[in-house]
């Protein structure tokens, strides 16, 4: 195997690897964002903090929540079904992901009880960062 031949396995490797951790992280926002979401709009007879249905924030907190995770499982079934996508769409859907993501880590932070689900938002756009650079 020529050094060319070896440095492009290397990359084909590389992009698969951070194509399968952002699907990951993506998976994984889109779980704590759909379960945080329930929490947040959950009534006093389902066993969820009081405070999440008295949160006057708590409707948007969870229409972002599920914004969220509905561009998170967008995503991932993007980067699950092809490797031959179109570049430039690929490339929206992850600065879209990004910017989602951030978004709704931002409005996660204001909330407690909510920082696991804004962590997975945070390292779900850092991988989608991390496949953006891996696309050159």
């Given at each position: 195997?020529?050094?060319?031949?070896?440095?492009?396995?290397?990359?084909?490797?590389?992009?698969?690897?951070?194509?399968?951790?952002?699907?990951?992280?993506?998976?994984?926002?889109?779980?704590?964002?759909?379960?945080?979401?329930?929490?947040?709009s959950a009534g006093p007879d389902t066993g969820a903090e009081p405070d999440a249905v008295d949160d006057?924030?708590?409707?948007?907190?969870?229409?972002?929540?599920?914004?969220?995770?509905?561009?998170?499982?967008?995503?991932?079934?993007?980067?699950?079904?092809?490797?031959?996508?179109?570049?430039?769409?690929?490339?929206?859907?992850?600065?879209?992901?990004?910017?989602?993501?951030?978004?709704?880590?931002?409005?996660?932070?204001?909330?407690?009880?909510?920082?696991?689900?804004?962590?997975?938002?945070?390292?779900?756009?850092?991988?989608?960062?991390?496949?953006?650079?891996?696309?050159?």
């Open positions: 195997m020529s050094r060319q031949e070896a440095v492009s396995r290397q990359d084909l490797v590389r992009f698969l690897e951070d194509r399968f951790a952002c699907a990951q992280a993506c998976t994984e926002c889109a779980r704590l964002c759909a379960l945080q979401a329930s929490l947040t006057p924030g708590a409707e948007e907190l969870r229409r972002r929540a599920m914004s969220c995770a509905t561009v998170c499982d967008e995503v991932c079934r993007t980067l699950s079904e092809d490797v031959s996508q179109d570049e430039c769409e690929l490339r929206f859907q992850l600065e879209r992901c990004m910017s989602v993501t951030l978004d709704c880590a931002q409005l996660l932070d204001r909330h407690p009880g909510a920082e696991t689900c804004a962590e997975a938002c945070r390292r779900c756009a850092r991988t989608c960062a991390d496949f953006l650079s891996t696309l050159g």
